[in-house]
Structure formats: C-alpha cells, structure tokens
Nanobody
Framework: QVQLVESGGGSVQAGGSLRLSCGASGHTFNTYCMGWFRQAPGKKREGVARVDSDGSTTYADSVKGRFTISRDNAKHTLILQMNSLKPEDTATYYC????????????????WGRGTQVTVSS
C-alpha cells in the first residue's frame, strides 16, 4: 500500500513559521500530483496548496504570499513552508496524492496521510 507520513506540526505564536514535510513510499513519487489540505473542527477539509508532477503550483487565496509548497522527487518528499502564521491557520494538515493529474475535488485524491496538528495562538 502507498504510505504518506506528515511531520513538522506543532504549536507556534501568531507571526511564526513552521515547515511541514510529507514522506512518501510505495509509489513513483515523480508521477504524482501532491497536495496539502487542512481541516479545522467543525469545518470541511479544504485545499491549501498543490504541486503537479511538472512542478506547477497552486495556492488557496487564504495562504498566498505566506505558504510555499515544493517537492523533492529524489527524496520522495513534499514540503509546505508556512510563514506569517495566523490563528485561523490552526487545523490538522494532511498530505494527499493522485497519480498524473491534480483533481479539482478533495474526494478525488486517492492517498492520504494521517495528518499533523498545527496550532497557532494569538
């Protein structure tokens, strides 16, 4: 089975930074669309950022200019650099993948990690 494991979450004060990583195994990493999603209590899971197999990136409006997604195909690792964090960024962050193409819907991603918690205090 495909395994995705997130790490790097924690608690920070508003304005601080965190760097999340997602290690992937069990698939050909460089052929996959990879994305970061988040879910806060009582809210739907939402897309944060994604990177296509060709390196093209897309960001949610709420994180543009603050977050940066990147991938290291040789190391099978996905990164989310989060700067200028706000309390509203508090959520469980998930790594997800689908081969070849980036879906429009969250439900169309095939593989998911178990999440890492990010808490931003004011």
């Amino acid at each position: 089975q495909v395994q995705l494991v997130e790490s790097g979450g924690g608690s920070v004060q508003a304005g601080g930074s965190l760097r999340l990583s997602c290690g992937a195994s069990g698939h050909t990493f460089n052929t996959y669309c990879m994305g970061w999603f988040r879910q806060a209590p009582g809210k739907k899971r939402e897309g944060v950022a994604r990177v296509d197999s060709d390196g093209s990136t897309t960001y949610a409006d709420s994180v543009k200019g603050r977050f940066t997604i990147s991938r290291d195909n040789a190391k099978h690792t996905l990164i989310l650099q989060m700067n200028s964090l706000k309390p509203e960024d508090t959520a469980t962050y998930y790594c997800a993948a689908r081969r070849f193409y980036c879906p429009s819907l969250v439900s169309d991603y095939y593989y998911w990690g178990r999440g890492t918690q990010v808490t931003v205090s004011s």
